[in-house]
């Protein structure tokens, strides 16, 4: 690009562009610069608005041998993934666990010990064992924040990526609207590290900038992806009337440690569910909590830990939130619902975070690796983090010194609604529990949106809202089955021929479904 288009108000150089500041985009951008790599990170909010700040459940790593294997954590992790899990990822993937941790710590990293002075480990959901580490009780993601925050690489903040800029060999760069103006940054490789899309619903743990960016960058750029209609919803995470936005999670280690789920009779919701009782996977655990509030004609149910001894100490985040809202957990019942919490699909990539697009890569919770399956085993997600993170570090190098050049910068028209209409819709239809009816009405909601160029973050957002929204409903109605944290009421059972992943391309500005791929262990 010889001189700045029209509407470009400056340019920067770089052998990678990170979009991003979690786990994944951080460590992704350590480890690229660590080998010499010229680094910039994007990131629209500032320097804690992740979802990775708020993670309270900690990190899944294999520990002691005679108690704990890879082998283990990969049998609990593909049980939860109930048969769409790809078995060498996640062992590929757990099995690096302990290095990336151990990388971690190096940094500066402070995880919880006991009284011996080794790490200490808990039980979530859905593990046989304990195999959890945890740092500042139930303050993980921000202390994960802290030590790869202290790093000090380049980031250009408040700033929002726009469009992944490609030719016939792959990237050449990426389109961004910054305090500045827009402008583009030259770059062989750019990671996606976005994080979820948790603000497509009313109440979400995730934080306001979890519009699936990623997803719709990705999309538009030419990349598949899959299996978005596997969204978790946390069981539990703070009710209070009228609560919208970002909700506070109350971490599934409080019922690791004993607290009890029950309704307002005093009554167990998962008697009877599952044989883990309140520590079964999440998806059963929301369902059937789902099931006992239409049940009951209630918007929530409670958890009992009033007989837990030193809560406030183990659960100090916890406590604060609840104590914000008037709750004492040591003599009150804490109110919870389930509220989306993290996206299993994303952006198809392999271990180390390629797509099918030479120098796109993508990390974290806006990838699909192939680990999570249809329903994401408890603190997985930092894992993942932490390994593929540190593996796109490396590949990206593939393309260090590329000479790229930028021939086009311009944009097309999207048909996009507002936020408000997105959250509405998917509130409504494709929550924890779907039905065909429903998420054909979402789909008839969004369709007379008008087109235009998205101006400034907030279309930015609402446009990448819509694109994902389409592209979960269209995989959502697909699959007529129930799997995982898919839940259809009108097809409750799963079907054999539906173990296989939903792929979605953008063609010409339209989505399709693209033809059924096997995948997963039986």
Known sequence: MSSPARGISWEEHADLVVVGGGVAGLTAARTASLRGLRVLTVSKGGPTD????????GIAVVGDALTDSVASHVA???EAGVGLCDEDAVRSIVAGGRDAVAALTDLGAVFDRGRDGVVSRTREGGHSTRRIIHAGGDATGAEVQRALGAAGLPVLFGASAVRVLTDARGVTGLLVDAPNGLGVIHTPAVVLATGGLGQLYACSTNPPGATADGIALALDAGAAVADLE?????PTVLFTPGGLGRRPLISEAVRGEGARLVDANGDSVTEGVHAR?????????????????RAMGHDHV???ARHLPGFAERFPTVTASCLQAGIDPRAHLIPVAPAAHYSCGGVVTDVSGRTEVPGLYAAGEVARTGLHGANRLASNSLLEGLVVGERVGVA?????????????????????????????????????????????????ARADA?????DGPAELEDAALTTTASALVLAAGARTESRGCHTRSDY???????????????????????EPQLTGVL
């Open 492 to 514: 409750p059972e799963s079907s054999e021929q539906w173990r296989r992943s939903t792929h979605i391309r953008s063609r010409d500005g339209e989505l399709e479904l693209l």
């Open 396 to 444: 990206a190098a593939e393309r260090a010194g590329l000479r790229v050049e930028v021939t086009d910068t311009v944009r097309p028209g999207l048909s996009y609604a507002s936020r408000e209409l997105v959250q509405q819709v998917m509130t409504a239809h494709a929550s924890v529990v779907r039905d065909g009816a429903g998420l054909a009405s979402a789909a008839v």
């Open 230 to 234: 596997f969204v978790q919803f946390h």
């Open 76 to 78: 609990d992790t593909c």
């Open 450 to 454: 008008p087109r235009s160029i998205p």
């Open 50 to 57: 992740t979802a990775t700040q708020y993670a309270q459940g």
């Open 302 to 304: 409670y958890l009992d």
């Open 277 to 293: 009782g309140d520590l079964a996977p999440r998806d059963v655990v929301s369902r059937a909590i789902a099931s006992r509030l």
